[in-house]
């Protein structure tokens, strides 16, 4: 959505970012009376802190269920206010993000599998100890049976990431080239959520890089794009 970011308070005057804080009431006085200042511009990207903290700290005291539900709860509200556009500007598809979303793809699986095996919940434990940093395990050492979340969390990122991008760039002027690549793009995505992630995981991390040089392609970077056109040209679902 487009917004006037610049705001000036009604009540006192106070002037803020609403970039910054994510919010139109007034830090001063919390009058939400307020009046944008500037140009709209278009801005997907809200103010939310991922902080897996509190979760973590139950680590004794809930059931290994009981605390995946928890991640997965604090993972979907994270990736349901984030976004990729900040002031106009199109951000990169972040490490954060993406282990958000496995993490929420993971806990979900663990949450509803009663014969969870010790590889499974190690997995899911690495992730829940790092995932606000945006670490998350390398691919080789998915389990099998996760792998799946691993493929849906890549793929449904880059959905939304992609969706971004198409806002970003409706006021610009795309060439043929580049719009024929988020096709592309957009049709990998379908391939691998139809295939319920089913993927090797070095597959839905090629998809990741692959997403992140059309973006600096589009961009001006003509090497990245050049590169962006090569990986997904060259992207393969049948090599697990």
Not at 55 to 60: K, P, T
Request: aromatic share 6%.
């Amino acid at each position: 959505m487009k917004v006037r970011g610049e705001r000036e308070c009604k009540e006192c005057g106070t002037r803020w970012s609403y970039y910054e804080t994510g919010s139109v009431g007034c830090p001063a006085c919390g009058s939400l009376r307020s009046v944008g200042i500037d140009e709209r511009t278009e801005h997907t990207d809200l103010q939310v802190a991922f902080d897996l903290t509190p979760v973590r700290n139950a680590i004794d005291d809930l059931s290994t269920d009981d605390l995946a539900a928890r991640a997965r709860e604090e993972c979907r509200e994270y990736i349901r206010r984030r976004g990729f556009v900040n002031a106009g500007t199109l951000r990169e598809l972040d490490d954060t993000y993406l282990a958000a979303s496995e993490l929420h793809h993971v806990a979900d699986i663990v949450g509803r599998d009663i014969r969870l095996e010790e590889r499974e919940e190690l997995y899911f434990l690495a992730l829940l100890r790092d995932a606000d940093t945006g670490e998350r395990p390398p691919a080789a050492e998915v389990p099998p049976s996760l792998r799946g979340a691993r493929g849906l969390a890549a793929a449904n990122a880059v959905r939304e990431y992609r969706r971004d991008v198409r806002t970003w760039a409706a006021d610009r002027d795309l060439t043929s080239a580049e719009r024929g690549a988020l096709e592309t793009l957009g049709e990998h995505v379908t391939r691998i959520r139809m295939l319920d992630g089913d993927v090797d995981p070095r597959t839905a991390d090629r998809l990741i890089e692959a997403t992140r040089d059309l973006a600096n392609g589009l961009r001006g970077d003509e090497l990245a794009f050049t590169q962006a056109q090569d990986r997904l040209e060259s992207l393969e679902f049948d090599d697990a």
